[in-house]
């Protein structure tokens, strides 16, 4: 198949050598990226592969797609975009939708104390992570997770099913309505990294977790940062519990 991927990060990378891998012609548009992000542009570049660092439009696609592939990409896709390919574009989102849609999913799924995330393989229209479900996997959070290792957990494995996903796709599957209460969240980072007075303390212990994604700032409190659970006693308390 031809297939367009829009891609970021190390997922992106992933599944770029996923779809090569099956023999597929790949054009990939993607972001710049700094010295701590997989560089997706740098394996285009390696592998030889067509790409871009512009905006997806309709008038700039390189050819009519088979399947638009969407990982990680940070722009909202219009559509236009959506009808070139035919209705055949999906997404990969990091929740169990409809619950957390938008940004920093995974983020408010531990801030707010959930027992489970997962990843939501979905078709793509015109609502933000609004489209029928194609694939959904439940992931446990676990008490000692870090932002970073639960979106690492989440992330390998929804990249275990990503090529399931092409082929369903590919055959036409119909995905189902997306059912339950919808939550979403703006881009930005939760209540500004800041620890806040009113929070009880096993959501305050949850919230330097759920900061904890180096190399981004770790959470704060009264200005300065928090790294650890014991630091934030310290500060609060002056002593360790």
Known sequence: MRIILCGYHWTGCKALELLLEAGHEVFVYTHKTENSIADLEG???????????????????PFVPDMICS????????????????GRIFNLHPSL???????????????????????????????CDTGKIILQKKIKIEDFDTQLTLYNRV???SMEYFMEVVGLVERGDPGR??????????RGCPMNGEIR?????????RFVRAMCYPPYPAARYQGEEIRSYEELLKKVRGRVK
């Not at 592998?47 to 905006?55: A, F, H, P, R």
């Not at 929070?199 to 305050?204: E, H, L, N, Q, Y």
């Open 197 to 205: 007075d009113n929070m009880d303390w096993a959501m305050k212990e």
């Open 97 to 127: 939708l409809p619950r957390y849609r938008g940004c920093s999913s995974l983020t408010w799924a531990m801030i707010n104390g959930e027992a489970e995330c997962g990843f939501t393989y979905h078709y793509v229209d015109t609502g």
């Open 43 to 61: 394996l285009c570049i390696r592998k030889n592969i067509s790409y871009t660092l512009d905006k997806i439009t309709a008038e700039n696609l």
């Open 71 to 86: 990982v990680y990409f940070r722009q909202i896709i219009k559509k236009d975009v959506i009808d070139a390919a035919g």
């Open 177 to 186: 309505e997306q059912e339950g209460e919808a939550i979403i969240y703006k």
């Open 155 to 157: 992330m390998f494995r």
